[in-house]
Every structure is written in C-alpha cells, then in structure tokens.
C-alpha cells in the first residue's frame, strides 16, 4: 500500500531478499532483518593459533551447558586416542556483542578440573587447554569445511537457518595421541576467514 505494489510482488521482493541472507523470513513467524553492516575488518582470523591468543575486552562467552560424559561424537574422525571422560561445554563466542561462533567443546575431565572456578565464561578453552595441560600438549589438528545451519545453531548465531558457516573441527593431542580436547565450531560466514602465507609456493 505504501508503494503502490501488488502484495505478490511484495512477497516475491522479501523471497528474493531472504535468500540473500539479509532477511529471515519464515512461514508463521515474524519477518526481520539480518543484515548488519560490516564496520572495518569483520573478519579476523579464526584457527587453532588465533583461538589461543589474548581475546581482548571486547570478547565475550555464554556457556549454554556444561555435563560430563564418557564418550567423544560417534560421527568423530581424525587421529587420536579418546580418554575415559570429558567436560562437554556448550557456548557461543561473541565479538563486540555480536555472536561469530557456537561450539561443542570436549575437554579431559581431570584437565578440566584443574581450571579456575568458572574459567570457560571469560577464557576460550583453547587457550586454557594450552595453559594447564599437564603434561604439556603434543600436537594439533584442524579441519575447515563448509556446511549450512540449522535451527538452533541458527538462533544464536542470529541469522537465518540454512545460512553458510564455517565447520572447523580442533583436536589437541597429548603423549601417546591422548586426546586432551576435542571441538566442533560453527562460524558465521560473515564472521570468519583464514588467512595463509603461501610464499613458498613462488620459489
């Protein structure tokens, strides 16, 4: 009514917009939008490197659930020897009060009780892993592949279900291929990048 437009092109113009991510419209729920403007370099580097530095006061967790359990994912690949028990946290990283990444985080359960009370609302886990370890870390691995969210993860990242994310598993091994922690990421497409020197590859 306000433009002058028949109410199929309406719906046709806000389809088109939604598959464009800018828009979250769904059948019985409320249309809004999801587009937000990138302001300087939105993409910082995310990897197993990146996870362990300084995250600054900007940088904030909300830990969704904390339980323990004796068994890694069954779906679980890559190298490694599962331990007895884990602490399997739950959370959502955010940056500037914007969510980038929701995780389910595995991490030896003796490990994680040597952790300061609470420590996993302020630290990433990468980092404490690294820090109390004992003994130290061996090795680490990483895998970056590309999936498409759903409904909850979609929630708390606070973009559309079915939006593009960056799927990385991390796994930090210890002695005799010991796994000490274990994580799946969901990274916001807008939110993730990694960058590479690849200047040998120019010799």
Request: proline share 5%.
């Amino acid at each position: 009514e306000e433009f002058g437009v028949a109410r199929i092109t309406v719906r046709q113009a806000v389809a088109m917009i939604a598959e464009e991510n800018l828009l979250s419209s769904q059948r019985g729920r409320r249309t809004y939008v999801t587009y937000e403007p990138v302001v300087g370099n939105a993409n910082p580097l995310f990897s197993s490197t990146g996870s362990i530095e300084v995250e600054g006061a900007n940088y904030s967790i909300a830990i969704l659930s904390r339980a323990e359990i004796d068994v890694l994912p069954p779906l679980r690949q890559g190298p490694g020897v599962p331990l007895a028990s884990y602490m399997r946290v739950r959370k959502v990283d955010s940056r500037d009060g914007q969510p980038y990444a929701v995780s389910d985080n595995y991490v030896s359960a003796a490990l994680y009780k040597r952790f300061p009370s609470n420590a996993d609302a302020g630290i990433k886990l990468s980092r404490l892993v690294k820090d109390y370890a004992r003994p130290k870390l061996v090795s680490g691995y990483e895998q970056i592949g590309v999936a498409s969210l759903g409904y909850e993860e979609a929630g708390h990242l606070q973009v559309a279900i079915g939006s593009p994310v960056a799927k990385v598993t991390r796994v930090f091994l210890g002695p005799e291929e010991k796994i000490i922690y274990y994580g799946v990421f969901s990274y916001r497409a807008d939110r993730f990048s990694v960058t590479r020197d690849i200047s040998h590859l120019l010799v």
